[in-house]
């Protein structure tokens, strides 16, 4: 740029001094393709637009096919562009597709890959990156950025052969669509407003009087709703075999969610505190028990998301999510290890009468002493060690 | 990995095109020396610098192909150089005629006969010549290889092939540009700044810097494409003949827009530069005198004292005659009228435009300067009065507007009618949510023109398939500018403008199909 300006001003000095016409002229064309060039290249990256089409959800083992379509919106031709997408190295092998084009007026160029879905998780497709400039390179080519979409890989979900699970409702293995386990005539209280919540519930009243949406609690009747409560805290698992752990405590989580909703038709819900994969920040998420297939699909999303967490202890979550349940349903805790606070914390909640079911995800069986309390206190404890083990039913 | 470059490109056209600008910057360099010798020959200038531009080329693909290094190198330029001379002089006593050569036996004055200046000249053009085409072939060599590429740029980082390229091109643009103002305007006018302008067209610097210009665009191609092989990053197919392509119509319409400007100007304009050169001149002339002077007391001291001891002749104590003082025969360069004036100040406006523009280009690449210069006490002082002044006269004119007839009247139309007061609509003012609710109501405008008005229990989802079943041609763009409605309309997150100018894309599709429908309807 410096000896374009250079030759520039030496341009407009020699026909100063010579007076020669013709020299303005060429000055006039120097500073057109200088101003033209910078202003086309400029135009030309604010007109960019990019669109990705995919399936955002998918299963372990998909095949994803991502079509990108970069568009020119203007009327002017951009004359090349870099184009290069950033993707994540557990979905797609590098080098990552990048292209190098020139696009007509209010042209649009596609182009594909596909996902290998091997692993769960919140990924981020993108950010798409464009290079773009001049044809005589005047100045620097000008980068921009699209903005990155998420993409979802729900865990593995693995068909149960059957689910032992304890219950104090006589008709738990019969299948009920209705909401037969609260009585609206007997409100109890109110809580905060949670997804899924019917409109029904809310309690317009004290809502309108705290200022955010509160909904009824009712007495239960018969509850045969089912609480998963999955420990993501690093410290419960053991640090050799961390990483498989989790990822099977995750994908126990999601296949008895599985089997609840869609083979026994009841409700369950899912309460656990882990990072977050979108935000990268710690979470509690808390899913009240619904029936619907569609509450599937927001547990199987919120367990994608989950990743472990340092400060989260078992004991905790139970006694934070304790209230929250309706007398008689069924807790299930997925954990790595069992610790005294925990039991001490199971026991209060068999006494306060909910049923109370402990997978343990561990390669060793758990400590006699552990078991034997357990069994005192009536708490049955399923291991899983393996998928297969999981696939044989708790 | 194919090559970037075409194999004809690299053996027949950029030699071709480096030896035509080549010899342009020689057309310009020979018009100068024909000024100072008036028999030189232009055309065996040029013949000789073509031929040798053709011999370098040679002579490259010759060393390149046979390895040629090291003192062998230097044997084969020296017998080059002296073949070159040899042709030189055989040339010359073709175009001329042989000279008349002293005895033989005086070897050194028959080789003084032999290498008179001309032929010297002439000899080092042409080395000039063959040294340029090598080192620019040389940079385009490195640039069509791609471990040449890497191996340059790790020996130096802060020159690559592209660059010197760029920096000949300009150099020798430079020296034409010189040469041809110098031969166009009289040596022993070129410090009157008040003489006529030269005008018409210089051609072969036009071609210079077209072929130039075009050759930059190629050869930044090659650059960038070379890089994006070494990355393994796809290049399309058609992306080379684009560029070209498009570079030859960047080049056309920005030339077309530089003739099209005016280039006379008046010393209202640049003739602040002719003034200042003026008093240059005045100065040096004053000093020189003051000078001369000085040196001459002692002289004239010196001169008195000897003229006591000579006989004096009292002819040369006589003045001589003073010399007539002749009428100018140049003519002063004088515009008339309002036309010139408009057209000089037009000049000098593009000109403070030109150097407004770089000025705010080189502060926008250093923002730490726009910055500080932003705080300084004296701009923000200028700034706050500049304020203050248009917040005055934007008062002093809503006030003559709202006192004005055609306003008072306006509002006694609008009381008459009964209509409220309703400020115009402008698309572009508006934000980028209200300019997709534009988009989707017009659209449902133009659909109830053509017979499938949305009802209104119908939500737009509701409406779509409708919408959709009537244009077959547009039916994504209508199911796009519906779910852009939608979230436009319902959902709080914020519409950045390229969804809006999308929009507006698909909007313009959907009313393109609904025009067409429109026509092909029989009445």
Known sequence: MRRYLLFLLFLFLTAAVLRVDFFFTLAYLFFGVYVLGQMWAGRAQRQIHVERRFVPRAFCGDEVPVRVTVRNLGRLPIPWLEAHESLPVELISPPFHAEAFSLGPRAQHQFTYLLNCRKRGVYRLGPFTAHTGDVLGVEAPRTSEGAPESFIIYPRVIPLAALRLPTRSPLAALPARAPLFEDPARVTGVRDYARGDSPRRIHWTATASAGRLLVKQYQPAIARETLIVLDLNRESYDHRVRYDAIELAITTAASLANHIIVRERLPVGLALEAVDGLTQQTTRFFLPPRPERLHLTHILETLARAQMTQAAPLADILRRERPRLAWGATMLIITGQIKDDVLTELAGLRRAGFAVALVLV??????AAIQARANLLRIPIHA???ERELGGGL | MTPVARRWEQTLLRPIVLTVMLVCVMWSLSQVIGLIAPGWSHGLLLSICGLAALEAYISFRVVRGRYISGIELWQFRAVEAGFGLLAIKIATLIARGAPTLPAATDVISVIAALLDAETLLLFFLAVVCALSITDSLTDFEILDDLPALKEA??????????DALTTRFFVGGGIMVAAAGLA???FTNLLNTQRAPVTGLVLNVLVYFVLGLLMLARTRYVALAQGWQARGIKIAEDLSARWMRYALAFVTLTAVFAFA???????????WIAVALDFIVWALLILLAVVMSLLAVPLNWLMVRLARWLPVNPAILRPPPLPKILPTTATPWQLHGWYDSVRSWFVWGIIAAMAAFILLTYLRDRPEMLNALKHSRWLTALQRWWWALRQRVSEAVSAARAASLLTR??????????????PLFRLGAASPREQIR????????????????RRPAQTPSEYEPMLTAHLPDAQEEADELTRAFMEARYAASEIPPARARHVREMWRRVRAALQ???????L
């Open chain 1, 362 to 367: 561990q390669s060793p069986p758990a400590p």
């Open chain 1, 384 to 386: 899983v060690w393996t």
């Open chain 2, 153 to 162: 740029a790790v020996r130096d980082a802060n020159r690559s092939p592209l």
């Open chain 2, 184 to 186: 166009r305007v009289d």
């Open chain 2, 261 to 271: 400007l005016p280039t006379g100007y008046t010393s209202g304009a640049l003739g």
């Open chain 2, 409 to 422: 009247w306006r509002d006694w139309r609008r009381r008459q009618s009964g209509l409220p007061h309703a």
């Open chain 2, 438 to 453: 534009f988009y989707y109501l017009g659209l449902l405008r133009r659909a109830a023109e053509q017979g499938f008005p």
């Open chain 2, 516 to 522: 067409k429908q429109k026509r092909q309807r029989p």
